[in-house]
């Protein structure tokens, strides 16, 4: 139907309204083709009964209606007013009714045009009007039967009537597939887009988590045989006799590692994730609290902060956001808590909700591939956080029951460096 009127495309239709022509397929095509052979036809068959018959008393006036019809059918097709305006396209039907109505009067072959205006009808008036209109149509075709011949038979009624219905039948039918049609299509572009955000996301955490593991290579390899050979080279000093030739060497190998040193944890603290590039991860975890789009979460320090290897934070803070997500999406919580407390020997980090909690069992026999898990997450996420706890060698913890909140907890050991700035 015409979406200018309010209502759905329909192939039978000639003219085209509103946002752009739809590409017409050779279906469309064929029906609109078929739709104007009809009327054609249909007015020509009118036409030669009249001239030939000699059953019409005025066949000039009929071939003068029938073009009528013809030239203001053939007017409305090509005019663009009608394509976009309700008003123009009820005068348009009001005018092809008119000379419809002229040849009905003259010539009993008239009523066979009924069955085009149906369609047009049902394609151009909103369902309010259109269904009237086609009744209005029946009836003047069944009056003109009955005025035009001898006799009274069933079929002057059901003929006209059997037309109406079909032509109702077939466009809300035809409504009904163009609706289902756009749904489709709405649903594959819905598809399409979310595929694409999709892989934009993949991308994007792909590209996270190679940055957080050459991080963690750099730490783990490169800063730290650096900072064993300064040692090494700061212990060589010290046993050097004074005023041995190799001492201004050694003190520039010990410059030149101390120098490599810094370089490499530059290169590991630009591979941190934003989140922490301008903050500690105090800062960080306090704006992931005041960010979260779900239950209400309250930050907490506990302990003396202390500095933190990169890895260590970067591992800290994926744990919060995982955890938090989890909570978000599965917990159904009104109120979660995230607390980093540093003490002597290890820092640890909490995530507690109050929301319908889990199996933890469960959870774990999806993680080794067993059953069915409970849906939070599908353990993966517990997963990566257990698995970044042991890469930094400390540990991870799940306390959760059904209708009785979730807690996680992740603990990792100061390194040596950082008890002793703490102290």
Same mark, same amino acid.
């Given at each position: 139907m015409n979406p200018a009127l309010g209502l759905g495309p329909h192939p039978l239709s000639l003219p085209r309204t509103g946002g752009g022509p739809r590409p017409r397929t050779p279906v469309t095509l064929a029906l609109r083709l078929c739709l104007h052979v009809l009327l054609a036809g249909l007015l020509a068959l009118a036409v030669v009964k009249a001239l030939t018959g000699g059953t019409v008393a005025h066949p000039a006036g009929v071939t003068a209606a029938a073009a009528a019809m013809g030239g203001v059918y053939a007017a409305g097709t090509l005019s663009p007013a009608v394509a976009r305006s309700r008003r123009a396209a009820a005068w348009w039907l009001a005018a092809l009714g008119a000379c419809w109505l002229v040849l009905l009067a003259l010539s009993p072959e008239g009523l066979w045009a009924a069955f085009p205006l149906y369609f047009l009808q049902l394609h151009l008036l909103p369902t309010r009007w259109a269904l009237p209109a086609v009744l209005v149509t029946a009836g003047a075709a069944i009056a003109s039967f009955l005025v035009h011949s001898a006799r009274i038979t069933p079929g002057s009624f059901i003929?006209?009537?059997?037309g109406?219905?079909?032509?109702?039948a077939t466009v809300r039918g035809y409504e009904a597939l163009y609706r289902e049609s756009e749904r489709r299509r709405e649903l594959i572009d819905e598809l399409m887009a979310t595929r694409a955000e999709l892989a934009a996301a993949e991308r994007t955490a792909g590209t996270l988590a190679e940055r957080e593991r050459l991080a963690r290579e750099i730490h783990d390899t490169l800063a730290q045989g650096l900072s064993?050979?300064?040692?090494?080279l700061r212990a060589a000093q010290r046993?050097?006799?004074?005023?041995?030739?190799?001492?201004? !060497?050694?003190?520039?190998?010990?410059?030149?590692?101390?120098?490599?040193?810094?370089?490499?944890?530059?290169?590991?603290?630009?591979?941190?994730?934003?989140?922490?590039? !301008?903050?500690?991860l105090a800062g960080a975890l306090e704006r992931l609290s005041a960010s979260s789009a779900g239950p209400r979460v309250r930050f907490s320090l506990s302990g003396t902060p202390a500095e933190l290897p990169t890895p260590y934070e970067v591992a800290l803070l994926r744990v919060a956001q995982s955890a938090l997500a989890n909570t978000?999406? !599965?917990?159904?919580?009104?109120?979660?808590?995230?607390?980093?407390?540093?003490?002597?020997?290890?820092?640890?980090?909490?995530?507690?909700?109050?929301?319908?909690?889990?199996?933890?069992?469960?959870?774990a026999r999806r993680e !080794?591939?067993?059953g069915d898990g409970d849906g939070r997450d599908g353990g993966f996420g517990l997963v990566a956080m257990r698995s970044r706890a042991r890469s930094?060698?400390?540990?991870?913890?799940?306390?959760?029951s059904p209708g009785q909140g979730t807690a996680v907890a992740i603990s990792l050991p100061l390194p040596a460096r950082t008890k002793e700035t703490a102290a």
């Open positions: 003929g006209p009537l059997l109406a219905a079909v032509a109702v064993s050979i300064q040692l090494l046993a050097l006799p004074p005023g041995s030739p190799a001492a201004p !060497h050694v003190e520039q190998a010990r410059v030149a590692a101390q120098d490599n040193l810094a370089e490499a944890r530059r290169f590991v603290r630009a591979l941190a994730p934003p989140d922490l590039a !301008h903050g500690s978000v999406r !599965h917990a159904e919580a009104g109120r979660a808590e995230i607390t980093l407390t540093f003490m002597d020997a290890s820092v640890t980090l909490d995530v507690v909700d109050d929301g319908v909690g889990f199996d933890p069992r469960v959870a !080794h591939g067993d930094l060698g400390g540990t991870f913890t799940v306390e959760s």
